[in-house]
């Protein structure tokens, strides 16, 4: 007997909320971003974005993928550029998220928990700066946080495997 997947199981797709949410942020910080700067048809106010990965790293098929595939996607719709630090010791973290916020950056990510300290810290030293958490709650003035209930994408596929 062959079972088909309903098109919300498909595990392909399970991270199209992840880039739908950093797109909708982009979305939102763009506009807050561009007040007060007249622009016109030869000038578009760019968006600088940095993110630092979690452990992972690039081709971890999972957040880390998903946040890249979101700016590249955010790249193409939205004038960003935006530079990719690999997650590395915590000295090493707070320099790079020291410089993007020292190089003004409008928007720096941080992906998965284990970069949750540093963007604490971080985002206390430079409250101008917009900063958003993935995957961790954190709170502060200048902090967004994008935390996913994967508890639900699990019990349905406890119910697929128990269907099984």
Known sequence: MKIRLPPYLNLYKLDLPFIASVMVFL?????????????????????NVGIILGAGGLNDRSFND??????LEAQKQYNIRFEV?????KESNLDALRLF???????????????????????????????????????????????YREQEADFLMGVLAAML
Do not use: K, M, W
């Open 27 to 47: 979305s939102l910080i763009l506009p807050a971003s561009c007040s007060g700067v007249a622009l016109n048809e030869n000038h578009q106010s760019v968006l």
């Open 66 to 71: 998903s946040a890249y595939d979101g700016l």
């Open 85 to 89: 630090v690999d997650h590395a010791s």
């Open 101 to 147: 916020a020292r190089n003004n950056y409008d928007l720096i990510i941080g992906v998965a928990f284990e970069n949750r300290e540093v963007i604490e810290i971080v985002a206390q030293e430079f409250p101008g700066i917009l900063f958003a958490a993935i995957d961790f709650e954190l709170t502060g003035e200048n902090i967004a946080s994008i935390v």
